[in-house]
T-cell receptor
């Protein structure tokens, strides 16, 4: 059972570079989410997609963009990386937005130098 | 706004010790409450949940009781094992809201 798959697992960027984090789920879930995890701050929601074709800002959207490519895939793009974006990024999905049983990927550790 | 506060870690215990990780919340109305666990190198997994006051969630020997009077949802386990070493997150979702609110996480290490 693949569940939620994120790529890459690790990435190092220089300030100003761009990259896209990929996420795919095979559970036919409607809702998908991007979180970042920083020491002492728990998980903070960056963007979410309640259903295919919709996206909404979360708690910390600045510096990020997202695309819900289809029902399975939800990508996160950093157009011009900054050191403050050094973090561990998690993608998650759930059957419905109000269903809080989230299924998480294993994370992408991003370092911006 | 809604928020969750957990006891600061890290917490280090010996195997078979009793565990309590404190969690208190601030929310209007009657949120649902959750504990998620993150094992090393993995994403978060739901450990247990409670959806109304006085409900007790339980799983894998862990328990937490939804206490409305003290706005708390403390996680307990009677006898911990080395395999319980992980980061534990308390979280809430308010009815009608769309997103979970997480606490900052508590790192637990169990020594043999």
């Amino acid at each position: 059972n693949a569940g939620v798959t994120q790529t890459p697992k690790f990435q190092v960027l220089k300030t100003g570079q761009s990259m896209t984090l990929q996420c795919a789920q095979d559970m036919n879930h409607n809702s998908m989410y991007w979180y970042r995890q920083d020491p002492g701050m728990g998980l903070r929601l960056i963007y979410y997609s309640a259903s295919e074709g919709t996206t909404d800002k979360g708690e910390v959207p600045n510096g990020y963009n997202v695309s819900r490519l289809n029902k399975r895939e939800f990508s996160l793009r950093l157009e011009s990386a900054a050191p403050s974006q050094t973090s561990v990024y998690f993608c998650a999905s759930s059957e419905y937005t109000q269903d809080s049983l989230l299924h998480f990927g294993n994370g992408t550790r991003l370092t911006v130098t | 706004g809604n928020s969750v506060t957990q006891m600061e870690g890290p917490v280090t215990l010996s195997e078979e010790a009793f565990l309590t990780i404190n969690c208190t919340y601030t929310a209007t109305g009657y949120p649902s409450l959750f504990w998620y666990v993150q094992y090393p190198g993995e994403g978060l997994q739901l450990l247990l949940k409670a959806t109304k006051a006085d409900d007790k969630g339980s799983n894998k020997g862990f328990e937490a009781t939804y206490r409305k009077e003290t706005t708390s949802f403390h996680l307990e386990k009677g006898s911990v094992q080395v395999s319980d070493s992980a980061v534990y997150f308390c979280a809430l979702v308010k009815r009608g809201a769309q997103k979970l609110v997480f606490g900052q996480g508590t790192r637990l290490t169990i020594n043999p």
